[in-house]
């Protein structure tokens, strides 16, 4: 089975707007963490957000926050107030304690913010 | 301060060929991970280094695929006899540890490397 499903091969925003990119996980360890990178098209890895499993609330940095559903094994990715520079690739990640830290990455969504 | 930096940006080789890529850590950082991204994919991990040693090298595909971090710093991903299906972007990552499951892993801009 897939560690990391993201569904959306690609999301169209209107710039100003909020926009949810969606990311289910599957995981047996007790101990885990959830990222959200972005890439855009110059191909760097930009670190955007992370959730710990055992968090009790969702992590948010500026425009970005994570909505972390942890029965649901969900962490979507919401971005509000797009920008026309949002627009890159996304992708979540896991890192699980049992797996020496190293991260699970899903295939990404791309994402493209119209002005 | 300096981020992490992969030498050289772009390579160009012909099938059969051997090649080197190398990674150039965060001063400091203890954990180095290489990874591949092939077009249209999220990466995958190929190796872990914890200090000099590889603490995980299950990622890599085939005994091809070797690296090496002999002082702990910088290290170098070798592939022997390439093929045309190694052709992707092999990205490393250092963090300052594996302690705790939150450590940022911050990325190097990538090799892209081409098998003709």
């Known amino acids: 089975a897939q560690k990391i499903t993201q569904t959306q091969p690609g999301m169209f925003v209107q710039e100003k707007e909020a926009v949810t990119l969606d990311c289910t996980y599957d995981?047996?360890?007790?101990?885990?963490?959830l990222f959200w990178y972005k890439q855009p098209s110059s191909g760097e890895m930009i670190f955007l957000i992370y959730?710990?499993?055992?968090?009790?609330q969702n992590a948010t940095e500026g425009r970005y926050s994570l909505n972390f559903q942890k029965a649901r094994k969900s962490a979507n990715l919401v971005i509000s107030a797009s920008q026309l520079g949002d627009s890159a690739m996304y992708f979540c990640?896991?890192?699980?304690?049992?797996?020496?830290?190293?991260?699970?990455f899903g295939k990404g969504t791309l994402l493209t913010v119209n002005p | 301060g300096a981020g992490v930096s992969q030498t050289p940006s772009n390579k160009v080789t012909e099938k059969g060929k051997y090649v080197e890529l190398r990674c150039d850590p965060i001063?400091?950082?203890?954990?180095l991970y290489w990874y591949r991204q092939s077009l249209g994919q999220g990466p995958e991990f190929l190796i872990y280094?914890?200090?000099?040693?590889?603490?995980?090298d299950s990622g890599l595909p085939n005994d091809r695929f070797f690296a090496v971090r002999p002082e702990g710093s910088v290290s170098t991903l070798k592939i022997q006899r390439t093929e045309r299906g190694d052709s992707a972007v092999y990205l490393c990552?250092?963090?300052?540890?594996?302690?705790?499951?939150?450590?940022?892993?911050?990325f190097g801009p990538g090799t892209r490397l081409t098998v003709l």
């Open positions: 990552a250092s963090s300052s540890g594996v302690g705790l499951t939150y450590n940022e892993q911050f």
């Open positions: 995981t047996s360890d007790p101990s885990y963490g």
């Open positions: 959730q710990g499993s055992y968090d009790q």
């Open positions: 990640a896991m890192r699980e304690i049992s797996s020496n830290y190293k991260l699970t």
């Open positions: 001063s400091g950082h203890t954990a």
């Open positions: 280094f914890q200090g000099t040693g590889a603490a995980d």
